[in-house]
């Protein structure tokens, strides 16, 4: 079995945002050499989450907009006492927070509209995130 596990940094710019790692993800898939298997992505932090679905400016800003629906950001949580990002402790885990992808023939096997993207719900900072591929 083979394995190869890499950290994406970036900053990310706005307090939340969808950053589109799926080109970086590919990358250690490649670099990896492994033919069959799959790869985990995780955001390594605990307000933040790891999606993949479309592309599209729209649906991400509809993401957002059925988040803060359920949960929103300026709410008095508990959590809330040295911070404010209670609701995005929780947006992270209603998204799913991390991701498995299969691994085809040495390429990341996703569909045709699929992007892995970084969601971030407490930004403006530096961040990490574990990329780890395992297969043979
Ligand atoms: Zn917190």
Redesign the pocket.
């Known amino acids: 079995m083979k394995s190869l596990t890499q950290y994406l940094t970036f900053d990310t710019r706005e307090k939340i945002e969808l950053v589109r790692i799926t080109n970086d993800v590919a990358e250690v898939v490649k670099n990896s050499g492994v033919k069959d298997g799959m790869v985990l992505v995780n955001p390594m932090h ?2 933040s989450a790891v999606i993949v679905n479309d592309n599209e400016e729209g649906l991400h800003r509809d993401y957002i907009r059925v988040l803060e629906k359920l949960v929103p950001y300026d709410d008095a949580y508990e ?1 809330n006492k040295d ?1 404010d ?2 609701a ?2 929780i947006w992270r885990q209603l998204m799913a927070h991390q991701v498995v992808l299969p691994i085809t023939e040495g390429k990341l096997d996703l569909g045709p509209w699929e992007q892995v993207f970084y969601c971030e719900f ?1 930004g403006k900072r530096r961040k990490k995130v574990l990329i780890k591929v395992i297969g043979e």
Request: glycine letters at 12%; proline letters at 0%; a negative charge.
């Open positions: 605990i307000t959590h911070e990002n209670g995005a402790h407490d």
